[in-house]
């Protein structure tokens, strides 16, 4: 079975500040592990993903994530938020073996960022 | 290239009134998705299809029926409509399955059912 926690629902930081929005995740075999960005009334871009190749993944926009097997958790990162970082983001999991439909979103984390 | 392109864009409907939504992708995806997205629920999976032809139920799929009858089209109809059904719905593509590759969504059609 597998499933995808995004630990905070809301999380708020200032301008010019870093941002930490936090995943684990469960799976019993090896995962592939995805963040997508939503912005207001859009649909979901692709931030980065995790396909085993390094822990240490960058994505679009300054956004990076580091995939720590030994705590289950694949948590985004930026050094310095930037108001056009405000938007909804997505942790999503794919099983290890071929599946159409093993693909488990988490609930989201909606990153707000203040003047 | 277009995408993944959903029509419409925005629809309300009365309750028991029917509709299709389309989906449509250039990219020649073999899977295709619609989820539905709610308020602090993620998105859901609805139904999806593997190919041409073939179709499979999701998470959430009472009230919904879908159809692939050609390789870039999925569709989404609702045959009679439910306040429940009101959300924002989301279709998808992806290659042939690798479990590394990602999904291309469409911008989403919001619908209202009064």
């Known amino acids: 079975a597998q499933s995808v926690t995004q630990l905070d629902s809301h999380v708020s930081v200032s301008e010019g500040t870093p941002v930490l929005l936090r995943c684990n995740y469960s799976?019993?075999?090896?995962?592939?592990l995805f963040w997508y960005v939503q912005h207001p009334n859009k649909g979901l871009q692709l931030l980065l993903k995790y396909t085993s190749a390094a822990t240490l993944v960058k994505g679009i926009n300054g956004f990076e994530a580091e995939f720590k097997k030994s705590e289950t958790s694949f948590h985004l990162t930026k050094p310095s938020a930037h108001m056009s970082d405000a938007a909804e983001y997505f942790c999503?999991?794919?099983?290890?073996?071929?599946?159409?439909?093993?693909?488990?979103f988490g609930s989201g984390t909606r990153l707000s960022i203040r003047p | 290239n277009a995408g993944v392109t959903q029509t419409p864009k925005f629809r309300v409907l009365k309750t028991g009134q029917s509709m299709t939504l389309l989906c449509a992708q250039d990219m020649n995806h073999e899977y295709m998705y619609w989820y539905r997205q709610d308020p602090g629920m993620g998105l859901r999976l609805i139904h999806y299809?593997?190919?041409?032809?073939?179709?499979a139920k999701g998470e959430v799929p009472d009230g919904y029926n879908v159809s692939r009858l050609k390789k870039q089209n999925f569709l989404l109809g609702l045959e009679s409509a439910a306040p429940s059904q009101t959300s924002v719905y989301f279709c998808?593509?992806?290659?042939?399955?690798?479990?590394?590759?990602?999904?291309?969504f469409g911008p989403g059609t919001r619908l209202t059912v009064l």
């Open positions: 799976s019993s075999y090896s995962p592939s």
């Open positions: 998808a593509s992806r290659p042939r399955d690798r479990v590394w590759n990602e999904q291309f």
């Open positions: 299809s593997v190919g041409e032809g073939t179709t």
């Open positions: 999503v999991v794919t099983s290890g073996y071929s599946s159409a439909s093993k693909i488990i």
